[in-house]
Every structure is written in C-alpha cells, then in structure tokens.
T-cell receptor, first 113, second 111 residues
C-alpha cells in the first residue's frame, strides 16, 4: 500500500496561471516533506521542502502548504512558466530526514504557452 | 562540476546475465542510495549506504546487491537479472540531512 499518493497523473495549466499539485500521505510518523522536479532523461532535482512544525514554506514562485490533520500537502507554482513543465514527485520521511524518502508516483505538469 | 554519474545510461540484457550499474559522486557525500522508478509506483528505494562499508536494505532489495568500498562509488549489482527488474534506476547521494542529489538514470531492459 502506497504511503504517499499523488492521485493526479497529469495536470495542464496555462502560462501565467497558478499550478496546484497535490499529495496525500497515510503514515502519521512522516514529519518532513519534499518536492522534486524531474525533466525527461534527467534525474529528479530538489525543489522545496517543509517540516511538520510549519504549515507553509515559500521559495520564489514555489510555495508548499502542509495540512497535518488532513495528511495533505500541496505545491503551488505562481505564475506558471513553460519551463516548469516536468514531472513533480512528492516525498516524505520520518525523523526529519531529507534522505530516507518515500516517494509518490508523480504528476506530469504541462504549462501551455 | 558537482554531480552523480551513472553508467551505462541504457542497458539491454538477457535473463540471468550478471550486470553492474556503476555510480560515482564527486561531492564527498557520505550517504548514497539506489532507487528504481516504475510507472504508477514512483521511486522506490533498493539499498542505501550511510558511509563506507555500511549498507542497508531499502524497500525493494530482492535480486540486488551493492557494495561501498570507497566513499565515491556505490555500484548496483544484479547477479541474475529477471524481466521484473526492467526499470529506470537512479543513484543518489547527499551530505548529512541534506536533500538527495540524483544521477541521470540508467534505463535497464531485461528480456
């Protein structure tokens, strides 16, 4: 049973609009959450993270929101750009680790010009 | 340039023929790990290593071996590959409690 779920395999958004990518988890021991971005033929690259002691973390156009009671997190990209088109993986860990990660299945984001 | 290098990038082999996928990092990271990516399943950890001569199983270790004789290298060994090991493999490394740096992947097909 997958402990980290990304229920939308794909998402299309118009350039300049907001992209919202969602992630749900089932393991209540998870306390650190990360988003990775992956372009074709490349490895995933770290994008942004959030600890369970926070409910929001912002880095430029990227903001991650965490709702612990709902076991839900989301990544907001504003404004979306064509270069943001990639697969986005949500990942979670216990003990604040940035390394021992459980990944979701990914969401393919396409930003249309 | 700081990077994690995997070789080969693409590999087609037959069932039962032993193979090794190499992974090397030039960032002096003590932690290294192998993942496989399959459609609908995301990335799943195969093995990881906290430091030289220290390795441990991840979530899907069956059919794989690893070794960590040097800090920079972490090869993944398939002693007797089977078709269900057809997948996209990623090596990653990191410093203490820092996000993982991934290599560009090795696409393995076992026929």
């Amino acid at each position: 049973d997958q402990q980290v779920k990304q229920n939308s395999p794909s998402l299309s958004v118009q350039e300049g609009r907001i992209s919202i990518l969602n992630c749900d988890y089932t393991n209540s021991m998870f306390d650190y959450f990360l988003w990775y971005k992956k372009y074709p033929a490349e490895g995933p690259t770290f994008l942004i993270s959030i600890s369970s002691i926070k409910d929001k973390n912002e880095d430029g156009r990227f903001t991650v929101f965490l709702n612990k009671s709902a076991k839900h997190l989301s990544l907001h990209i504003v404004p979306s750009q064509p270069g943001d088109s990639a697969v986005y993986f949500c990942a979670a860990s216990e003990g604040g680790s940035a390394r021992q990660l459980t990944f979701g299945s990914g969401t393919q984001l396409t930003v249309l010009p | 340039e700081a990077q994690v290098t995997q070789n080969p990038r693409y590999l087609i082999t037959v069932t039962g023929k032993k193979l090794t996928v190499t992974c090397s990092q030039n960032m002096n990271h003590e932690y290294m790990s192998w993942y496989r990516q399959d459609p609908g399943l995301g990335l799943r950890q195969i093995y990881y290593s906290m430091n030289v001569e220290v390795t441990d199983k991840g979530d899907v270790p069956e059919g794989y071996k690893v070794s960590r004789k040097e800090k920079r290298n972490f090869p993944l060994i398939l002693e007797s590959p089977s078709p269900n090991q057809t997948s996209l493999y990623f090596c990653a490394s990191s410093l203490v409690n820092s996000p993982l740096h991934f290599g560009n992947g090795t696409r393995l097909t076992v026929t």
